[in-house]
């Protein structure tokens, strides 16, 4: 290929190469033949040679080389080359080039030349890469063109006044009278690039905003001159007069009407108007209307507009097109707290949503649907969400279980009807459901006094047919363990009466317990409720007692441990196995905020001991993160060590303080140990942010372990949902995140999310912590890092 061929003929030599390595060669040589050429004096073809390198640049190769050559060509007086060279400046520079700096001059020229045209290549260029710098050398030249007689430089000058504006915010200002007078201007160029520069001062400072408020009867005016204008084929798209233009004026308005009575009053005449005369069976007309109801729902408009805004939104629900359909869920996604009734009217649309094949729509729908639950539709609506869940996309199984848990413990018409709709969940779902559900249903079935018979003949049913579900199988022994004696009568007023055996009982226990799909914390479920049985039943003791001494030698650390203690009981202890292992008492809640499958209190409790004397001491709270450790001897006796979540050293069950001699010499199994009460660790805030809070508190295990716990707080009037915490630490430091309590902040405060996170640092380096926060509030989502160089109440040299 000839070194000086035109552009059509590299473009067609680059596309006829058949590799990658051909192709290169081609753009090699082109390459050099362009730099020879910039090299010399007389070059008659600089434009020619200087598009051919654009395209280059276009296809990803080096073209750096041709920065120069274009600031050259810009100061040319030949409008053929200037217009490459200023086209070569907005592809090959930016503001971090020093080279950019060397247009400036030029730039300041040809805004004063007489050729539009040539003004509107230099407004172009500097909207598209002036630096800062160039911006407060130009500022004034711009001023001016905004104020000049022709409409093709004026529209030009207010789009190149909003990228300064961006980069030099002092400079708004500036801009401020001349923007004003542009409204009067009939041509819609000039009208829109007024109305962007407007919205961009209004948005950057409070004080324009509020000079800016008495435009609002002329934007009022210009838009309704767009909506009842007649057919302009200038301005027509599928029959809206520039939609574009519509748009960019409702924007403005939302801004400026926004907490603003006076503001709002004048424009809610129009945005009627706009929402009954705009025609909604088009893609243009739907984004009109899309935009009115924005700007209804975000200023003081009337209760009767609102409503409109809502139907409108319901209408977009019925359309075919799933973006459309998208947007109208997300909107009232927003609105649902202070709108509930007006969104109810389409709560069956809303509920037709879930079963779309769209993944998007899905999940909006089910947020929504989530949000319209109350007390007066709880049962209609969790029947959708129940049928729902059980051919859900798995990745929606996890909310889904969720949202069902906190609307049933909100709004339960009945224990009996909580109880079952848990219980259907985790049929269900029983892998997807967060680690919290299972202590919580188990105290929701403790309080239940009246139907303890009901529930165990329901979950010893449910474990007969399916022990895959680990959290189902949990509450299903649990249960066994504790009410077995009325599963062995038989006798239920609220279910039809089976004859249970003990073998029975037994078999479906042995049976968890020798499961492969039984995980070590449901195998001591198991193995616990069996221990629980030696008191309840009469005839299989041995049985009990043979199954408990096989896991003396079990390989699970945890599971051998409590086999060895229980075997001591049956042995040593066996005059007070029957106290040890009788029945639990209620569990009280700890706050108003706990919710089955969120913890949403401040801590929570672990259940309290089977009796306490008078005169004998509380014992301190248990850690939080051994909720799910049911499987106490003495049935949640409280206590201060924490052990490991994979092998404990000390069993989580046995009572540290009992009221008799005979319940102290029990501490022999444990060599005597006598855990001292804990100073709580200090809490201090690391992240304070748009009503988000986030407080560390810290654990030192050992001298290389430590745990962190956050917790995080939301005093903003809006819910935040998909809440989630992501940490990041030095390379020798090992992390683990355990499961959060939720992903959600009700507004005010009134609930919080809790994280704990293991650390271990062998090496004892420097210990630091980078957290990334993400979250979705208004349906906008937010992410944001905050570092940790300090951890309260620990010894420096320690890590």
């Given at each position: 290929?000839s070194p000086s061929?035109?552009?059509q003929?590299?473009i067609r030599a680059?596309?006829?190469?058949r590799t990658?390595c051909?192709?290169?060669?081609?753009?090699q040589r082109?390459?050099?033949?362009i730099?020879?050429q910039?090299r010399?004096a007389?070059?008659g073809g600089?434009?020619?040679?200087?598009?051919?390198?654009?395209?280059?640049?276009m296809?990803?190769?080096?073209?750096?080389?041709g920065q120069?050559?274009?600031?050259?060509?810009?100061?040319?007086?030949r409008y053929?080359?200037?217009?490459?060279g200023y086209l070569?400046?907005?592809?090959?520079?930016?503001?971090?080039q020093?080279?950019?700096?060397?247009?400036?001059?030029?730039?300041?020229?040809?805004?004063?030349h007489?050729?539009?045209y040539?003004q509107?290549?230099?407004?172009?260029t500097?909207?598209?890469m002036?630096s800062?710098?160039m911006?407060?050398d130009?500022?004034p030249?711009?001023?001016r063109?905004l104020?000049a007689?022709?409409?093709?430089?004026?529209k030009?000058?207010?789009?190149?006044?909003?990228?300064?504006?961006?980069?030099?915010?002092?400079?708004?200002?500036?801009?401020?009278?001349?923007a004003?007078?542009?409204?009067s201007?009939?041509n819609?160029g000039?009208?829109?690039?007024?109305?962007?520069?407007?919205?961009e001062l209004?948005?950057?400072?409070?004080e324009?905003l509020?000079?800016?408020r008495?435009?609002v009867?002329d934007?009022?005016?210009?838009m309704?001159?767009?909506?009842?204008?007649?057919?302009?084929?200038?301005?027509?798209?599928a029959?809206?007069?520039d939609?574009?233009l519509q748009v960019?004026?409702?924007?403005?308005?939302?801004?400026?009407?926004r907490?603003?009575e006076?503001?709002s009053?004048?424009?809610?005449?129009?945005l009627a108007?706009?929402a009954?005369?705009?025609?909604?069976?088009k893609t243009?007309?739907n984004?009109v209307?899309?935009?009115?109801?924005?700007?209804v729902l975000?200023i003081?408009?009337?209760?009767?507009l609102r409503?409109?805004a809502?139907?409108?939104?319901?209408?977009f629900l019925?359309?075919?097109?799933r973006?459309?359909r998208?947007?109208?869920m997300?909107s009232?996604?927003?609105?649902?707290?202070?709108?509930?009734?007006?969104?109810?009217?389409?709560?069956g649309?809303?509920v037709?949503?879930l079963?779309?094949q769209?993944?998007?729509?899905?999940?909006?729908?089910?947020?929504l649907s989530l949000?319209?639950?109350s007390?007066?539709?709880i049962?209609s609506?969790?029947?959708?969400?129940?049928?729902?869940l059980?051919?859900?996309?798995?990745?929606l199984?996890?909310?889904?279980?969720?949202?069902?848990?906190?609307?049933?413990?909100?709004?339960?018409?009945?224990?009996?009807?909580?109880?079952?709709?848990i219980l259907h969940v985790?049929?269900?779902?029983?892998?997807?459901?967060r680690?919290?559900?299972?202590p919580?249903?188990?105290?929701?079935?403790?309080?239940?006094s009246?139907?303890h018979c009901y529930?165990v003949h329901?979950?010893?049913?449910a474990?007969?047919?399916?022990i895959?579900?680990?959290?189902?199988?949990?509450?299903?022994c649990?249960?066994?363990g504790?009410?077995?004696?009325l599963?062995?009568?038989?006798?239920?007023q609220?279910?039809?009466?089976?004859?249970v055996t003990?073998?029975?009982?037994?078999?479906?226990?042995?049976?968890?317990?020798?499961?492969?799909?039984?995980?070590?914390?449901t195998r001591g479920?198991a193995?616990t409720?069996?221990m629980?049985?030696?008191t309840r039943?009469t005839?299989?003791?041995?049985?009990?007692?043979?199954?408990?001494s096989?896991?003396?030698?079990?390989?699970?650390?945890?599971l051998?441990?409590r086999?060895?203690?229980?075997?001591?009981?049956?042995?040593k202890?066996?005059h007070?196995?029957a106290?040890v292992?009788?029945?639990?008492?209620?569990i009280?809640?700890?706050s108003?905020?706990h919710t089955?499958?969120?913890?949403?209190?401040?801590t929570?409790?672990e259940?309290?001991?089977?009796?306490i004397k008078?005169g004998?001491?509380?014992l301190?709270?248990q850690?939080?993160?051994?909720?799910?450790?049911l499987l106490?001897?003495l049935?949640?006796?409280e206590?201060?060590?924490?052990p490991?979540?994979?092998?404990?050293s000390?069993?989580p069950?046995?009572?540290v303080?009992?009221?008799?001699?005979?319940g102290?010499d029990?501490?022999?199994?444990?060599?005597?140990?006598e855990?001292?009460?804990l100073?709580?660790a200090?809490?201090?805030?690391?992240?304070?942010?748009d009503?988000v809070?986030?407080?560390?508190s810290?654990e030192?295990?050992?001298?290389?372990?430590l745990?962190?716990?956050?917790?995080a707080f939301?005093?903003?009037d809006?819910d935040i949902s998909?809440?989630?915490?992501q940490a990041a630490?030095?390379k020798?430091?090992?992390?683990?995140?355990k499961?959060?309590?939720g992903d959600s902040?009700?507004?005010r405060g009134?609930a919080?999310?809790?994280?704990?996170v293991?650390l271990n640092?062998?090496?004892?380096?420097?210990?630091?912590m980078r957290?990334?926060?993400?979250?979705?509030?208004?349906?906008?989502?937010?992410?944001?890092?905050?570092?940790i160089d300090?951890?309260?109440g620990?010894?420096a040299?320690?890590h």
């Open positions: 290929m061929v035109p552009l003929e590299m680059i596309r006829s190469a990658q051909e192709e290169r060669g081609v753009i082109e390459c050099a033949a730099r020879a910039f010399q007389d070059n600089r434009s020619h040679n200087l598009a051919k390198l654009l395209y280059v640049h296809l990803g190769y080096p073209a750096h080389f120069m050559e274009c600031v050259r060509m810009i100061a040319s007086p053929s080359e200037k217009r490459v070569g400046a907005m592809m090959l520079l930016d503001e971090k020093d080279a950019s700096l060397l247009i400036t001059n030029s730039i300041k020229n040809d805004l004063s007489s050729n539009q040539v509107s290549l230099a407004l172009c500097l909207a598209c002036g800062a710098e911006c407060r130009l500022a030249e711009i001023d063109l104020r007689s022709n409409s093709y430089i004026k030009k000058a207010a789009l190149c006044a909003v990228h300064i504006v961006r980069k030099v915010h002092d400079l708004g200002e500036l801009f401020a009278p001349a004003r007078s542009l409204l201007e009939k819609h000039v009208l829109h690039g007024a109305v962007v520069l407007i919205i209004c948005e950057r400072n409070p324009t509020e000079r800016f008495k435009t009867p934007l009022v005016q210009i309704k001159g767009l909506v009842l204008s007649g057919y302009s084929p200038e301005h027509d798209v029959g809206i007069s939609p574009f960019r004026i409702l924007r403005l308005l939302r801004i400026l009407g907490n603003n006076g503001a009053d004048a424009m809610n005449d129009l108007q706009v009954t005369n705009t025609d909604s069976t243009v007309g984004a209307l899309y935009e009115t109801v924005l700007t975000d003081k408009s009337e209760s009767g409503v409109l809502v139907n409108i939104l319901g209408r019925l359309n075919n097109d973006n459309i998208y947007i109208a997300t009232l996604q927003k609105i649902v707290g202070t709108d509930h009734n007006a969104v109810q009217r389409h709560r649309t809303i037709d949503c079963k779309d769209d993944a998007s729509v899905k999940r909006r729908a089910l947020e949000a319209l639950v007390a007066s539709n049962r609506m969790m029947k959708e969400l129940l049928l729902f059980s051919s859900c996309p798995p990745e199984r996890a909310h889904a279980a969720s949202g069902i848990f906190n609307a049933a413990e909100r709004y339960a018409p009945s224990q009996r009807w909580h109880i079952d709709t985790l049929t269900t779902a029983g892998g997807d459901v680690d919290e559900t299972v919580n249903l188990i105290q929701l079935i403790t309080n239940a009246e139907l529930t329901k979950l010893y049913r474990l007969l047919t399916d895959s579900q680990q959290s189902l199988v949990q509450v299903a649990w249960c066994i504790e009410y077995g004696d599963l062995l009568r038989g006798e239920c609220e279910t039809e009466p089976v004859q003990e073998d029975d009982v037994l078999d479906a226990l042995e049976t968890v317990l020798q499961s492969h799909m039984s995980s070590p914390a479920f193995l409720a069996t629980k049985l030696s039943i005839d299989n003791v041995d049985r009990i007692r043979s199954i408990v096989i896991y003396g030698s079990c390989i699970d650390v945890e051998q441990q086999a060895v203690e229980y075997n001591a009981l049956f042995k202890y066996d007070m196995r106290a292992l009788e029945r639990m008492p209620v009280e809640k700890n108003p905020g089955n499958g969120e913890s949403t209190g401040d929570i409790k259940i309290q001991t089977a009796k008078q004998e001491p509380l301190p709270q850690p939080a993160n051994q909720v799910c450790d106490d001897l049935g949640g006796s206590e201060t060590l924490q490991s979540p994979a092998a404990s000390a069993a069950g046995l009572p303080n009992t009221a008799s001699t005979a102290g029990l501490l022999d199994l444990l060599g005597g140990l855990p001292a009460p100073a709580p200090p809490t201090v805030p690391v992240y304070e942010k009503g809070t986030l407080t560390l810290c030192k295990q050992s001298e290389t372990s745990t962190v716990t956050l917790t939301n005093s903003t809006s998909s809440f989630t915490l630490v030095p020798s430091v090992q992390l683990h995140m499961a959060p309590s902040l009700p507004a009134t919080k999310v809790t994280q704990m293991v640092n062998p090496n004892k380096v420097n210990l630091k957290i990334r926060i993400s979250y979705t509030s208004r349906g906008s989502a937010f992410q944001d890092t905050v570092q300090s951890f309260p620990l010894n040299a320690g």
